[in-house]
């Protein structure tokens, strides 16, 4: 069965990086891409990014650019969430979740499985 | 950048029809998916792509899109269907949008 399985709660001070993993199980691994998405606590879901895990193309909302960076490697079938320069606006819970969306001009697929979620507390 | 609305809840009674709403600029050009959540859970996909309903969903959840609103509906609702549920969409410019969600209340 499909399954991503996440990193663990992370508490970091501001200004710090946190870097989250997504180990992905169950199917083919290239076949799909992956977004991540966050929730502040008592708030909605923000999208943060997504990448191909064909080629490695990426896409960001525009509100993280520059603090994001998207990865995977596909010999782990494993991706990679870093946020940078962490403010306490960022503490939040972040999910990845398996993309249906497979060209970076094609959103809008759905996300059809969901990670556990790993929450992030910044505090100083 | 790209917005969508949602009313912040929804009161139905048990075995009534739930119905929610997403709005946004020529919405209905556009795929919509629709999200579950219940708390401290993860959200589940519950409709995709304006109608589709993945593996395991019952049918009794369905989806439309036209003009600048896609409807969420869930006939005869269960208590075990509260949550939040999250209208998401795709636009070139913004790219992946979510709604702000609903509250759905089962009285």
């Known amino acids: 069965q499909v399954q991503l399985v996440q990193s663990g709660p992370e508490v970091k001070k501001p200004g710090a990086s946190v870097k989250v993993s997504c180990r992905s199980s169950?199917?083919?691994?290239?076949?799909?891409?992956l977004s991540w998405v966050r929730q502040a606590p008592g708030q909605g879901l923000q999208w943060m990014g997504w990448i191909s895990t064909h080629n490695g193309n990426t896409k960001y909302v525009q509100n993280l650019k520059g603090r994001i960076t998207l990865t995977t490697d596909t010999s782990t079938t494993t991706a990679y969430m870093e946020l940078r320069s962490l403010t306490s606006d960022d503490t939040a819970v972040y999910y990845c979740?398996?993309?249906?969306?497979?060209?970076?001009?094609?959103?809008?697929?759905?996300?059809?499985?969901w990670g556990q979620g790993t929450p992030v507390t910044v505090s100083s | 950048s790209y917005e969508l609305t949602q009313p912040p809840s929804v009161s139905v009674s048990p075995g009534q029809t739930a119905t929610f709403t997403c709005t946004g600029d020529y919405l209905g050009d556009k795929f919509a998916s629709w999200y579950q959540q219940k708390p401290g859970q993860s959200p589940i996909l519950v409709i995709y792509?304006?109608?589709q309903r993945p593996s395991g969903i019952p049918e009794r959840f369905s989806g439309s899109n036209s003009g600048n609103t896609a409807t969420l509906t869930i006939r005869g609702t269960q208590a075990t269907d509260e949550a939040d549920y999250y209208c998401q969409a795709w636009d070139s410019r913004t790219e992946e949008v979510f709604g702000g969600g609903t509250k759905l209340t089962v009285l």
């Open positions: 792509q304006d109608t």
């Open positions: 169950g199917y083919a691994f290239t076949n799909f891409g």
């Open positions: 979740a398996r993309d249906r969306r497979t060209a970076a001009a094609a959103g809008g697929r759905g996300f059809d499985f």
